[in-house]
């Protein structure tokens, strides 16, 4: 069908191995190998034994997550046949719950721009998470979800259960320190390898308020 354009979409292309997945393949998707360019090649297909071409109105794309370990890995001889295009969070596409008292797009720049600082812009939280809760009758409840259900649980595998760093990056409003009163017993064993250890402990976020989440960006 050379008259329409053919897309096939690869979602977490990363994730395999993808010089198994593409075999033969790897060479006959470049441009000037397809159907009709110049350097066409065929390849012959191992069961059917029938020639085999990929034709030029096909369009290969693959979606992955950067902040994902096995990107690093990603095979050369696929990337050079690639073109990379990064898609950043866009808090402006979030639309603002007209009975919400929290800035969600402030909020997601804000926590952000921190998690860059402390980690690096491939560990930006999308604005994906956000989109729907202005459809939502009650929109705080819907957000103290988002944070319990999505946000916080990204943020402790961000920083491996650090509450600490949990706490750089949305407050003392979410994160408060616990071991103020904790008094340690005497005895014969070293103490002082404890005296100084903080702890610290995530608070519901399905029990705070508007004022509370207004508190990352303010």
């Known amino acids: 069908d050379p008259d329409h354009d053919y897309a096939l979409l690869i979602d977490e292309i990363s994730r ?3 010089a198994s997945i593409f075999g033969e393949l790897i060479a006959l998707i470049e441009d000037d190998k397809r159907q009709g360019a110049p350097n ?27 902040a994902d370990r096995s990107v690093e890995a990603l095979d050369t001889a696929l990337r050079r046949r690639f073109t990379f295009i990064q898609t950043p969070p866009k808090p402006g596409l979030i639309q603002q719950p007209a009975g919400l008292d ?15 600082k402390i980690l690096d812009k491939d560990h930006c939280i999308g604005h994906s998470y956000f989109m729907g809760i202005a459809q939502q009758a009650d929109p705080l409840e819907e957000l103290r979800k988002v944070f319990a259900q999505k946000i916080l649980p990204l943020l ?5 259960g650090d509450p600490a760093k949990i706490g750089l990056v949305l407050g003392t409003r979410f994160v408060k320190r616990e071991d103020e009163d904790i008094i340690l017993l005497e005895g014969d064993w070293e103490i002082d390898d404890f005296e100084d250890r903080r702890i610290f402990r995530i608070a519901d976020p399905m029990i705070l308020g508007a004022d509370d989440f207004r508190t990352i960006y303010e």
């Open 156 to 160: 402790e595998e961000y920083f491996y």
């Open 16 to 18: 395999g191995n993808v």
């Open 102 to 116: 929290v800035n969600l797009q402030a909020l997601l720049t804000t926590m952000n721009a921190r998690i860059e």
């Open 40 to 66: 066409e090649i065929r390849a012959q297909l191992p069961y059917s034994r029938e020639e085999f071409v990929v034709p030029d109105n096909l369009y290969i794309i693959g979606a992955m997550n950067t």
